[in-house]
């Protein structure tokens, strides 16, 4: 089957959830005259939305560059690229909640929101585990050549090098909520920079050929 | 005419409403330091949540795989497709619906909420029966082999199995809501096993050709 | 300059618009156990919705067939595009407006929205007549066959028609809201019919080619 | 690696923002009788969301003309493109935040939410210029054709310009925010004027091809 109908179908769903973040951001009330001060006080939320939208980008990315090497979909490929999907839009809701905790600062709070999105960061890391696994036993699907089959070795590790950073930010955060934020972020840089080992990798392969 | 851009336009639909359907989840009011409880208590929303994407990931599925036997639209088709795209849009208010009564647990609100859902996917399963019929009686639009033929034989009927598998679902919710929402859950399931099969199949044809 | 952006990104907005209209469909505040008697006075808003996914989705079928006619974009059909797209997206706000005055019933407040969501239907229809009159007058940007300007010539006076039909709806409307409301009905059906009258040609058109 | 992903996501982002920002219009709370003076005093949603669809439509435009000229994508350009989105996105808040200035009409309120609107419209800016910057260094992913390096150096100042408006623009706010308005908003049609600009351009070279 054509793999375009997956990747158009995964793209719309990767640019609706990337959008649909900036509708966090609403106008709060306000004592007339005292926009700003108000408006100020919500900077968790362009910091959530900074934070999701980087990691929504990478992944886009990853999804990207990954389903290139990709030539045909199967009918097991359709339903793990479903679940991919499903983990992903899970980050939304979290978002949210982490920009809240944020505004109210409660440690209680934090921590919860904290670990809720740190567990739905650990479940897209599980499913793009099994995303890749599927793909390296199926070359059949793929335009069948060597440097490819390089590039899934070299990106094998990287879900779980993801699961745990964010494993261990799950743990930090109960200690100490804002630690286990920094971890946080930090995995999702990781994201970035993998992103960007796989990009060069993917430019070299092509060059080559 | 081309039938690229039909699936593009329902590619689109699928993928905005299966994403919109996050913002069911909102931050509820609670209070500084209880987030955690106040967001246990939403499972509801989280259970009508997973059930809707599993629903229209699947309806998904079919449509990908059933439009890759097409390779022509007709303005009879168009409007079929349009049909069927307006009754999958329907999914998600009572999707809200279903997640408000199971926070509340009043029979009666449930009752409502479950009937609701089980004639719209009724409703669906209606559209997709007379997608698949008018496909089979024009056979000009298709890749024109015999084994699609067979394929559009060996799904004829899924859909009335759909709508009975509902219909039985709302005489039962009718007695008891928590029955009926369980037939309704195995409605869903069945919808993802017919898919496995319509996909397997397709794949195998491809390989005969 | 290539149709295909040009087409993805204006169904893009079609599929989105006719998408977005399900939010308008939200939880009520209700007494427990009286959630049905709430929902079912809801009705407007199904009713508005259903005149709107109509009327959105006969909107996209003429794009779609229109546009098969056309083989490269220019500057100016982008830009008149755009126009297009703009008119459409203008239609959602009073669709809720005559979902909520139909709530309630009140006269003076049926009048004013119906009228505006009548004047939002005439506007989109100017901007199909420039639209059509703009791909008329540049045959350098079509597939060039004499079945596509006698297409042209056939529907010329489909938008003029359309304002003709929402112009008596409004005038109509400031008399008896009920009354310009069926006829704004019967000019939502008018694009369907038209469509199919457009969609019948086009599909012989191609036989004959 | 393929530019088509790129572009089908990126048209995704621009066709869900440009359409969500229809969301800003909401039924007000209005006393029955009284929906049509309640729905005339919105008029800046109005104002705000034209302004904002003609800015989004025009930077789209741009893209669109843009990344014809480009056969390739490579790991930064896709890189840069996210940062292109992000900026893009930013812009839907500020535009409810001016809108709902304009309703209260104080003065502080209208300074800050026009000063927010205008650093975002610069930092869009900003990310063009690195695109535009990006791809004069890398003639390697263009069709690499003459007329296209000419229109590279046309356009090169196009973002300096821009920043250089809304800068003013910004200053000029402070001072007074009418005026520092009708600034932003020539800012605003000069992105259109500069789009019909390099749109004839465009045509200009594919004609002498």
């Known amino acids: ?7 158009a179908f995964s793209d719309g769903v990767y ?3 990337i959008t649909i973040l900036v509708l966090e951001f609403s106008v709060p009330e306000y004592q007339v005259g ?12 362009m910091f959530a939305y900074v934070i999701s939208f980087v990691y929504v980008g990478a992944i886009w990315l990853f999804h990207h560059d990954f389903f290139q090497t990709l030539k045909y979909t199967s009918m ?4 793990i690229n479903l679940v991919v999907l499903f983990s992903v839009t899970l980050i939304d809701y979290p978002t949210a909640l982490v920009a809240q905790a944020l505004m109210e600062r409660n440690v209680k709070d934090m921590r919860f929101s904290f670990i809720y999105y740190e567990l739905i960061a650990m479940f897209i890391s599980v499913t793009f585990a099994v995303l890749y696994s599927y793909v390296r036993k199926h070359p059949e699907l793929t335009h069948r050549n060597d ?3 390089k590039i899934y070795a070299d990106i094998k590790m990287d879900p779980l090098i993801s699961v ?3 494993g261990v930010a799950v743990i930090i955060t109960i200690f100490s909520p804002w630690w286990g ?3 946080l972020v930090l995995g999702i840089i990781y994201h970035f920079i993998a992103y960007i080992r796989l990009g060069s990798r993917m430019q070299k392969t092509i060059r080559l050929e």
């Open 164 to 166: 745990s950073i964010y």
């Open 147 to 149: 440097h490819q089959q």
């Open 34 to 45: 005292h926009l700003m001060e108000r408006v100020l006080t919500q900077w968790p939320i």
């Open 181 to 183: 934020l920094l971890v």
């Open 1 to 7: 089957m054509r793999i375009d109908r997956l990747e």
């Open 15 to 17: 640019a609706i959830l």
């Open 76 to 79: 097991e490929l359709n339903v």
